[in-house]
């Protein structure tokens, strides 16, 4: 019975989360998709006035063929006509997005979904991704993460194409709360293009590890019981 008891308690040292491993619960170039914005992302646009209050608007889908690198389609300020839509350059795709007009943002967001709760972080990545943005005629950019309404970071990010890591301490999050990236022109919108990444991550134990707990505790309450008289 002793020797039962020992694996038992044992087994809930190795099982028991003391302190569960980040986990990813978004990775935007793994999650994306055409057409339609995968569940828990949103892409969509802000003027200056706007950024910071939630009261955006989607971007959508548009399936033309554009003329610059790299062309195809995303999700843009118009689903068609011509490009760049009323001086908006503003777009999303998979590894890369652009600004709109100056004091404009563009907008990748993640909203935490059910067994996603818990204390979070923030990592991404962001670079220039157009050469043409060199001697002057890109400025940068104006970075920002939010949660919901809350500035996390703000950079004001120079012309490079080298890059810059996006790493930050979101706190603890709950079903509902929104993790923004928002990307915004410098004084000019001129060859702005940005290649960028965005992940979510969170403390979460594996359900697994939980299951395997309860029945070792389960296990250890039953010998208890047996070994009253």
């Known amino acids: 019975m002793r020797s039962l008891r020992s ?3 044992l087994a809930l040292s ?3 989360p003391a302190g569960a491993a ?7 170039s793994a999650d994306y998709t055409e057409v339609v ?5 949103a892409y969509q646009w802000s003027t200056a006035a706007n950024i910071g209050t939630g009261s955006y608007t989607n ?4 399936s033309s063929g554009f003329p610059d690198v790299p062309a195809g389609p995303r999700f843009a300020f118009s689903a068609s006509g011509s490009w760049p839509w009323d001086g908006r350059y503003t777009y999303i795709r998979q590894l890369t997005m652009n600004v709109g007009q ?6 990748l967001a993640y909203t935490v979904q059910p067994g996603e709760a818990g204390p979070s972080l923030f990592h991404g990545t962001f670079a220039g991704d157009d050469p043409l943005g060199e001697n ?3 400025d940068g950019w104006d970075l920002r993460v939010y949660v919901n309404n809350n500035l996390i970071a703000q950079i004001a990010y120079g012309w490079t194409m ?3 890591p996006l790493d930050y301490d979101l706190g603890t999050l709950v079903v509902g709360d929104q993790v923004i990236l928002a990307m915004g022109a410098g004084a000019n919108n001129l060859f702005d293009r940005g290649a960028m990444t965005m992940q979510v991550l969170t403390d979460v134990p594996e359900p697994s590890t939980f299951a395997l707990a309860a029945a070792g505790a389960a296990a250890l309450a039953l010998l208890r019981r047996m070994k009253k008289p």
């Open 7 to 9: 694996g038992v308690l």
């Open 14 to 16: 190795i099982c028991w």
């Open 37 to 41: 914005a995968p569940a828990g992302w």
């Open 22 to 28: 980040y986990i990813t619960i978004a990775d935007h």
């Open 59 to 62: 971007l959508l889908w548009n």
């Open 162 to 164: 080298s890059v810059l």
């Open 136 to 138: 002057g005629n890109s």
């Open 102 to 107: 100056p004091g404009e943002f563009t907008i």
